[in-house]
């Protein structure tokens, strides 16, 4: 993108509105693995009957059959046991991982509720149309979610399609429930601004939080129209209370190499405020 192109867009109002509650410095790590961390918030909700309920949130695992990682994960679903388990797309940057990445997605969503949504990376490779991702994942326990929705819990979940190769398309829910936007680059969340009063909580990945962030600074680059703006953290909409979860992610992307940016998983607790 040019860098006209980029000022025009960092200019729209709604990106002032979205406040950053907790960054990379700030984040609360409540497990350790050999090489992830589990990441928690605690985000209020209005309705009593979601009180307590969790979600265990992953995204871009761009599996290479790494078994510490795999470790990791089995041991965070295990000792937590969350009532949603939900990826956020970018599952393989090759072929040759497919069989095994889908092994492990199996793993994960044994005796859980599990929803999915595609990457940039799902799409911009041609191995399978979205119609055989779909039957993929759903063999592996997912459902993929692609501008639909699925009410699991009283809780409405939006599964949005990919930004940069898709088409997202939100439509608000017709009843009042608490509400959960899932969308792989948090870029599209910003044409959501229009529905912002009927969204709780959006979960994103995408970013890889820059993957090579230098102390004190922070990313270096992230694949963002808004450069640093939404590279990881906790997020919170000034005018309609809509919290927005960036997540590190788990896997690398051009380079598999991070610096200063562990890979995570994400453990989401809803509280009823009263």
Request: charged letters at 25%.
């Amino acid at each position: 993108m040019s860098a006209h192109r980029r000022m025009a867009y960092n200019r729209r109002p709604t990106l002032r509105q979205w406040k950053k509650m907790s960054g990379y410095a700030g984040r609360r790590v409540i497990a350790r693995g050999q090489k992830t961390v589990l990441v928690k918030y605690d985000i209020p909700c209005d309705n009593p009957d979601v009180d307590g309920n969790t979600l265990l949130f992953f995204s871009d695992l761009h599996w290479q059959g790494d078994p510490v990682m795999a470790e990791d994960i089995r041991r965070f679903i295990a000792e937590h046991q969350p009532d949603e388990v939900i990826f956020g797309g970018d599952l393989v940057s090759f072929s040759c991982h497919v069989e095994s990445a889908l092994a492990l997605m199996d793993e994960i969503s044994r005796g859980h509720q599990a929803l999915a949504v595609p990457g940039n990376w799902d799409l911009r490779r041609s191995w399978f149309s979205v119609d055989k991702w779909r039957t993929l994942l759903r063999r592996s326990g997912f459902d993929l979610l692609i501008n639909q929705e699925k009410i699991i819990n009283n809780i409405r979940f939006w599964g949005a399609d990919d930004f940069k190769l898709g088409a997202p398309d939100y439509v608000p829910p017709l009843s009042e429930q608490f509400s959960v936007v899932i969308s792989h680059n948090p870029d599209a969340v910003v044409d959501m601004e229009k529905d912002y009063d009927s969204i709780d909580l959006v979960l994103c990945g995408h970013t890889h939080a820059g993957q090579i962030r230098i102390p004190g600074l922070g990313a270096l680059k992230t694949s963002s129209l808004y450069w640093r703006k939404f590279d990881y953290g906790h997020y919170i909409h000034e005018y309609t209370g809509t919290h927005m979860i960036v997540t590190s992610g788990l896997g690398t992307t051009g380079i598999d190499f991070r610096f200063w940016c562990k890979p995570e998983m994400v453990l989401i607790n809803l509280c009823y405020s009263h």
